[in-house]
């Protein structure tokens, strides 16, 4: 890792780990094969696994969606600057790694405040002069606009990429998320793009009672991860222009090639949208 430039040093917050609890950055970095995880998120990922054995295509079908949605991004828009909340634990190919192969001048700034992504992501995220994290919760938009890295590194005159990729299903404050993005969307200059995937309620006989049982399992023994219908998240985009082909599966989102087998039924319990503040 290439250790040019200084580090933005941003809120520092307790790195306390709790191991006797399942944390939600560790479950999907298990789920994703990571090795920042304890016994005590396999055991969870293993619980959710004998309910729905197809689970983990949700969290690598937010993964995929967001690479797929980078590198758009960095490829087609013209876009320079990230802003990634909810970075979650570095895995492969991660948000500045994708943008930063298209465009090394790309500037990405990660938001998180998990205690493990803070003791263990931040030196693994910080890889160049132009990635950046600091520690805030997501679901306050005043202080992640108001921070000091995010000021220093990002220039909100100018477009921005926002992600709110596989966030909000951990939400359960009393602000809506409506209200949370229109305050970051507020915030941000025309011809910014704004990315978000979310778990999906099908609303439909056939998958839906998969998403039940998921939601159930995580609510019990998490206390977190809502699964919402379609009007529910497209709520979360007030004032954007969708941009082809809308809010759909994120398998759906312009995939890497042809599908040559049908999708498995937790596929469909995961959505996805990019759009465009006009």
């Known amino acids: 890792m290439s250790s040019d430039g200084p580090r933005n040093v941003g ?28 016994e005590v998120d396999r055991e969870m990922m293993r619980k959710i696994n004998l309910a729905a054995p197809e689970a983990a295509h949700i969290a690598f079908d937010s993964r995929d ?15 320079r600057q990230f802003l990634d909340l909810g970075s979650g634990l570095p895995t492969a190919e991660n948000t500045h790694q994708v943008a930063q192969r298209v465009n090394p001048d790309t500037t990405v700034v990660y938001i998180d405040k998990d205690p493990v992504v803070i003791a263990h992501g931040r030196a693994l995220l910080e890889e160049n002069d132009r990635t950046h994290f600091t520690a805030q919760d997501i679901f306050e938009p005043e202080q992640v606009l108001a921070d000091e890295v ?22 359960g404050g009393e602000r809506t998320p409506r209200d949370i993005m229109r305050t970051y969307i507020d915030a941000l200059a025309p011809g910014s ?3 978000l995937s979310h778990f999906l309620d099908p609303e439909d006989d056939r998958y839906a009672p998969l998403a039940k049982k998921i939601e ?29 082909p809308g809010l759909v599966l994120a398998a759906d989102w312009w995939p890497d090639g042809p599908r040559l087998k049908p999708l498995a039924d937790s596929q469909h319990c995961v959505a996805g949208a990019v759009a465009r503040k006009p």
């Open 11 to 38: 809120t520092v917050l307790p790195t306390f780990i709790d191991t006797t609890k399942p944390s939600i950055a560790r479950v999907y970095d298990a789920f994703l094969n990571g090795k920042d995880n304890y």
């Open 65 to 79: 969606f967001l690479i797929r949605v980078t590198r758009f991004i960095a490829q087609q828009t013209g876009v």
């Open 150 to 171: 995010v000021r220093k590194n990002l220039d909100f005159s100018q477009p921005i990429a926002l992600f709110q990729m596989a966030t909000f299903h951990h939400y």
């Open 193 to 195: 793009i704004v990315g």
């Open 216 to 244: 159930r399992i995580l609510l019990s023994d998490m206390s977190t991860g809502r699964f919402r219908t379609r009007a529910e998240i497209a709520d979360m985009l007030p004032g954007l222009d969708l941009i082809e």
